[in-house]
Nanobody, 116 residues
Framework: QVQLVESGGGLVQAGGSLRLSCAAS????????MGWYRQAPGKQRELVAR???????NYVDSVKGRFTISRDNAKNTVYLQMNSLKPDDTAVYYCHIVLTSGYVYWGQGTQVTVSS
């Protein structure tokens, strides 16, 4: 069993920045892909950014150039640096990991609210 603990959400004005963190803990697991999803009220959950073990990344078009995903493999932690935030970025952000075994785990979600 793997536990994910997210932190870093909050309220920020448009144009501001936030940094999300997600730390995985447990026994005998190896992480493959790490990523962040978000879900705004009334909308489907969408992939925001994803990073592989070798550091390859991909982003949803709406955050390219503003968000940066990174990971610390030694700490089993993934980060999402969010700059130039917009009200449309308001959502609950979920950490997502895929283990080499194929198991998938989700974080509990952290609220990001961007005021105009």
């Amino acid at each position: 069993q793997v536990q994910l603990v997210e932190s870093g959400g909050g309220l920020v004005q448009a144009g501001g920045s936030l940094r999300l963190s997600c730390a995985a803990s447990g026994r005998f697991f190896v992480i493959n892909t790490m990523g962040w999803y978000r879900q705004a009220p009334g909308k489907q959950r969408e992939l925001v950014a994803r990073i592989t073990t070798t550091g390859n990344t991909n982003y949803v078009d709406s955050v390219k150039g503003r968000f940066t995903i990174s990971r610390d493999n030694a700490k089993n932690t993934v980060y999402l640096q969010m700059n130039s935030l917009k009200p449309d970025d308001t959502a609950v952000y979920y950490c997502h990991i895929v283990l080499t075994s194929g198991y998938v785990y989700w974080g509990q979600g952290t609220q990001v609210t961007v005021s105009s």
